[in-house]
């Protein structure tokens, strides 16, 4: 999965005022990096709107919507980490972990992203990351692990 990290998209000292403005700034990565257009921001958006993207402990992963797929250039990830948490829906989330796939790529990531959150301990170091190298590394070796 790093080979989807662009150390450029792993942001570890993020404010956000609310949810909508985290998923701006976890949209806005992607942007930054190519993988997407700025419309599929608008689609981060949509998406949460019709279902939440908070996935417990912390987390959530804000993703478009599948008329969103058409504004995705390339597969990617973006890493946002909120010392302070943002209110999500009454949850705090201090991890954002955005997604841009084409087809049904977001459907490995999610169960990838899925594996590394059950894991207390990587769900724990991943949270509170503080430089690239320790978020690279946890979602780089889970890629590693699926290919043996």
Known sequence: MSELLDRRAIRLTETAADRDDAIRRTGQALVDIGAVEPGYVDTML???????????EGVAIPHGT????????????????????????????????????????????????????LDEDQARELREATDPETVIRLLGALKEEDSN
Do not use: M, Q
């Open 46 to 56: 949509a998406r949460e709107r019709s279902i939440s993207t908070y996935v417990g």
């Open 66 to 117: 599948l008329g969103g797929k058409e504004l995705v250039n390339r597969d990617a990830l973006s890493v946002l980490r909120f010392p302070d948490p943002v209110d999500w829906d009454g949850e705090p989330v201090t991890l954002c972990v955005g997604i841009a796939a084409n087809g049904d790529g977001h459907v490995e990531l999610l169960a990838a992203l899925a594996e590394i959150l």
